[in-house]
């Protein structure tokens, strides 16, 4: 009988995986004001282990300046690190992989988030509208115009997210994901249409790809490059990430990436937010200018996955079973994260390998506070 695709091991670093699926970071909103991860997030994650698998965690912010939504977890002082070290030895106990992801968002931070200060951005120019806060309130909050960096407050949060990384260490995790995408701090720096900069971080590629590089180069002499990895979402449109030629621009990128040899690299499937009919995406149509071209490998991840051939791609996006199947098996991608469905079914690999029913998730229980939509979810055996 044909090995299962979803169930072929993989080499990960120095772990050998027994599976290709893994916990996509998502944001849960149960953490303190202080940025303390929820002591129960230690069965949140241990029950979605299975032994020797990638787990990626919510996104865990770097520094107060980088918080956009209330209730985020932190990795950057003593307290919050201390908190995680629970969190990491449940998964630890039950074999998994774990990595945090590093989060700074950027200009989508408001002032209620980050303690009166304006954002922090490649550009002081705002973005438009209102930004949902979430939570039991479900508020929302004018954006402001951003601090446009400077260079010392580059080197500033490229050190955050340095000791960020140590910190996770720290805490009990295996390595780090540097959130890279979605038109938070690092994408905004990459993408033309934003980056309005004249000086060494703005105006040609090379210069665009630096502070997020560095960023990248300072987490590995930190921790080392077989502990990092990075997110980047090459057809994220929101945020008003519409760089003028993303192909070229997340080309170099990728060859970028290629060169340091890291753990893994991240990458959403192209259309999946364009044409998403729910959530946070559900009516967005600014959908990327393909110039008359709809098909073919150069709009799809083939296009990174030619450049990363010696780096571990993990693809994420509307994925499920055949088609993440399919994904590895044509060699696409090397590992597939599930999301949504995750959430709702924390035996979710056993569910794919064995075809059986999935559980629908709860959108309205994502991000508020308390367990309800967050533990308690049945498995297939009925436990």
């Not at 044909?2 to 995986?17: A, V």
């Not at 090397?334 to 559980?359: I, M, Q, Y």
């Not at 229980?365 to 967050?374: C, E």
């Amino acid at each position: 009988m044909e090995k299962d695709p979803l169930q072929t091991p993989f080499k990960l670093s120095s772990h050998k995986l027994e599976h290709r699926v893994v916990l996509a970071p998502m944001t849960r909103m149960r953490a303190s004001d202080t940025g303390i991860v929820h002591p129960r997030a230690a069965e949140y994650y241990s029950e979605r282990t299975t032994p020797n698998s990638l787990l990626i965690s919510e996104g865990v912010v770097i520094h107060p300046r980088g918080r956009g939504f209330p209730n985020t977890p932190g990795l950057y002082n003593n307290e919050q690190v201390q908190a995680w070290k629970p969190i990491t030895q449940a998964v630890r106990v039950k074999g998994g992989v774990f990595f945090a992801q590093l989060w700074h968002v950027g200009r989508v931070a408001v002032p209620s988030q980050t303690g009166g200060f304006p954002p922090l951005s490649s550009t002081k120019t705002a973005l438009p509208d209102t930004h949902p806060l979430f939570g039991e309130k479900n508020g929302k909050e004018p954006y402001v115009e951003s601090q446009a960096m400077n260079e010392v407050d580059i080197r500033e949060v490229v050190q955050q997210f340095a000791s960020a990384a140590k910190n996770a260490i720290e805490a009990g995790f295996d390595g780090v994901e540097i959130h890279g995408a979605n038109g938070y701090l690092l994408d905004t720096f990459v993408h033309d249409n934003i980056n309005d900069r004249k000086d060494t971080y703005g105006g040609s590629l090379e210069n665009r790809l630096r502070f997020p590089l560095e960023v990248v180069d300072a987490v590995v002499a930190q921790i080392g490059r077989e502990r990092t990895a990075i997110r980047v979402a090459p057809f994220h449109v929101m945020q008003q990430t519409m760089d003028s030629d993303r192909i070229a621009t997340f080309k170099r990128y990728s060859e970028e990436l290629e060169k340091r040899g890291l753990a893994y690299v991240h990458m959403v499937e192209p259309r999946y937010d364009q044409f998403s009919t729910e959530g946070a995406f559900s009516g967005h149509r600014d959908v990327v200018d393909l110039g008359g071209r709809t098909g073919g490998d150069e709009f799809s991840l083939w296009t990174f996955r030619k450049i990363l051939n010696s780096t571990p791609l993990v693809g994420a996006g509307g994925c499920d079973a055949v088609s993440a199947r399919d994904a590895i098996t044509e060699g696409k991608v090397d590992l597939v994260a599930f999301g949504r469905h995750f959430t709702s079914n924390p035996d979710l690999p056993k569910r794919l390998f064995e075809g059986l029913p999935l559980t629908k998730y709860q959108r309205n229980t994502f991000y508020t506070p308390g367990m309800k939509g967050y533990l308690g979810w049945s498995r297939a055996d009925g436990f």
